[in-house]
């Protein structure tokens, strides 16, 4: 089944991303994606946030160049693409969707056009292809039964490389279970997801609860055991810690004891560096310019909440 996006408008196809499971979803929900986590997504798709779709620039040129990206692979393959403006779905289960860029005139296949930034070349060298995309890309090749799929990327810029991607069944059974459950356990059933460590999701949490009502609220035991499970863990985090500082310390002896700031083992290269930085000297600054250190306008404020622990006893 396929629904056409042509004539959607922009809150129309955001209302739409809400109905399934789309390509730019699979890795977020496989925690894949770094930008997003499973519980985020999860709070999108039943409704208990606003959809505030704001394209970043990397996104915004990736748009624009995706139709570079898709007249270069048809000039360097000689095969022929074409535009469906279709929303796909996959015959058994309808929620999971596509949304491809091209599909390939005169074969099963379909054309993935991507952009990236030149720090990222070392994900594409030979074979290699980022796994979030090899994902997504498996994902589509579920939805319309395609064969293979063909991922074109322009890197920086002026680098082109494109790449065959053949079908993987067994990975497609691996995504499809995990992405079904998600819908069928999370979101029909409307389980929320466990929160997880990522950046993403502490980020998003600040931001969602920065304003709250000063009152205390009682909680169970289950707490109490989390808590004691962070303070094991900040434990073993100093004591790993003081295991690097160790190496370090016995690192610099060793190039300390031979005048040496550069080290060369069998396998590494060890450099101990002079290395410049400035910082503000605020005392200094109130003592020679006070007029300028107690001038409000050159401070900026912020409001963040601090999150702490404190047995009681």
Known sequence: MTKSTLEMTHDEWLMDRRRGIGGSDVGTILGLNKWKSPYQLWLEKTGQVNLDYTESEPAYWGNVLEEVVAKEFQERTGKRVMRRNQVFEHPLHPFLRANIDRWVVGENAILECKTANQYLTKDWEGDEIPISYLCQVQHYINVLNADKAYIAVLIGGQKFIWKEIQRDQELIDMIQERLVEFWEENVKGNKEPIIDGSSATSDFLKERYKELEEQEITLPAAFDDLIDQKRELKEAKKNIETSIRQIDNELVSELGKR????????????????????????????????????????????ESRRLTEKEIK
Not at 262 to 279: D, M, T
Not at 282 to 294: C, D, G, I
């Open 259 to 302: 005048s040496a700031s550069i080290g060369i083992s069998p396998n590494n290269i060890i450099s101990w560096k002079l290395v410049v930085s400035k910082r503000l000297n605020n005392k200094l600054l109130k003592e020679k310019y006070p007029e300028v250190a107690n001038d409000p306008e050159i401070y900026s404020t912020s």
